[in-house]
Nanobody, 122 residues
Framework: VQLVESGGGLVQAGGSLRLSCAASGRTFSKYAMGWFRQAPGKEREFAAAISWSGGTTYYLDSVKGRFTISRDDAKNTVYLQMNSLKPEDTAVYYC????????????????WGQGTQVIVSS
């Protein structure tokens, strides 16, 4: 599967963005998916994941209640709705296919997209 992220940009603190991750291939609906982020000078960190059915999600504690991951299998797309954004959310955001659902380790995800930049100004 190939993944292409979009929707990043510059937003003021307290604002919202919705990221999209479009997947190629006919088997998207069989995959659990996740979002990671990487801030300058920091390691890539897990942000959110969603099961293949969409019925189960889990989040990084610092984004819980502000971010929502969802999927639309008819459009082969997974979304990350980000509300109440903070400057510390500034990062490049990546989507990836989960190889082991429940994990937060980047080594348990594959087929990484190229990323989309999110900048939150204070």
């Amino acid at each position: 599967v190939q993944l292409v992220e979009s929707g990043g940009g510059l937003v003021q603190a307290g604002g919202s963005l919705r990221l999209s991750c479009a997947a190629s291939g006919r088997t998207f609906s069989k995959y659990a998916m996740g979002w990671f982020r990487q801030a300058p000078g920091k390691e890539r960190e897990f942000a959110a994941a969603i099961s293949w059915s969409g019925g189960t999600t889990y989040y990084l504690d610092s984004v819980k209640g502000r971010f929502t991951i969802s999927r639309d299998d008819a459009k082969n797309t997974v979304y990350l709705q980000m509300n109440s954004l903070k400057p510390e959310d500034t990062a490049v955001y990546y989507c990836a296919r989960s190889l082991r659902f429940g994990s937060r380790d980047s080594s348990d995800f594959g087929s990484w997209g190229q990323g989309t930049q999110v900048i939150v100004s204070s």
